[in-house]
Each structure stands twice: as C-alpha cells, then as structure tokens.
C-alpha cells in the first residue's frame, strides 16, 4: 500500500506562483519503489468534474501536460525523497481547484486518464484571487 500526502496548497493572487508537492509513503516503501511508480496530478474545481493536469513517467523522460496548464505549469519528480511536485506559474482563477497526486505502479508512461492510477491522495486546496 502507498500512501501519497500532497502540501504546499494554499491563497494566492492571479498572475503568482506556485509549487505543491506529493510525498509518497508505505510500511516498506523505498526509493526504489517510488522510481518505479508513474505519477499524475489532477484537479477538482468549483462546480466542475475532477480533470487531468499532469503526468510524468517513472523516469522523469515523458511528460504530459493539459492543454489549460500547458507552458505554465511543470511537474518533475525526485526519486530521492519520493516527491513529485508541481510548479504552477502564472496563475489563473480558473486555476482554483483541490488538486490531487496519483500514482500507478510498473508504468514508464504519462498517463493522463483517473482510471489508470491504482494510488490517491486526499489533495491540496490551491485558490487564485483575481
């Protein structure tokens, strides 16, 4: 079992920047393990249905990204201390959102869709004031 603890959310205005992590943790989890697990993040804004952000491959080498955060945002990875993060510039109010870190065992892919990710966390609010 992996447990995943995302941080770094929290108030800013539009046009700030951002970064939030997601550590990934278990009773025999190691770094190791943690570089072999592809990781996404997806968000869940006001009203809306919880959408892709980002994803990278187990070996940092592939990444995707949606269209709405593309050149914008950049997920990398450090397999060292088990942690993803998510660089978040020019922030929008549409930006608003909780987001959330999945993982997926075996996969050096990007995946993009919520079904692929056998791992979640309990996400991180982010708000953008206009």
């Known amino acids: 079992q992996v447990q995943l603890v995302e941080s770094g959310g929290g108030l800013v205005q539009a046009g700030d920047s951002l970064r939030i992590s997601c550590e990934a943790s278990?009773?025999?989890?190691?770094?190791?393990?943690?570089?072999?697990?592809?990781m996404g993040w997806f968000r869940r804004g006001p009203g809306r249905e919880r959408e892709f952000v980002a994803a990278?491959?187990?070996?940092?080498?592939?990444?995707n990204y949606a269209d709405s955060v593309k050149g914008r945002f950049t997920i990398s990875r450090d397999n060292a201390k088990n942690t993803v993060y998510l660089q978040m510039n020019s922030l929008k109010p549409e930006d608003t959102a909780v987001y959330y870190c999945?993982?997926?065992?075996?996969?050096?892919?990007?995946?993009?869709?919520?079904?692929?990710?056998?791992?979640w966390g309990q996400g991180t609010q982010v708000t953008v004031s206009s």
């Open positions: 999945a993982a997926v065992r075996g996969v050096d892919y990007a995946l993009l869709r919520p079904y692929e990710y056998d791992f």
């Open positions: 990278i491959s187990w070996s940092g080498g592939s990444t």
């Open positions: 278990g009773r025999t989890f190691s770094s190791y393990d943690f570089s072999t697990y592809g």
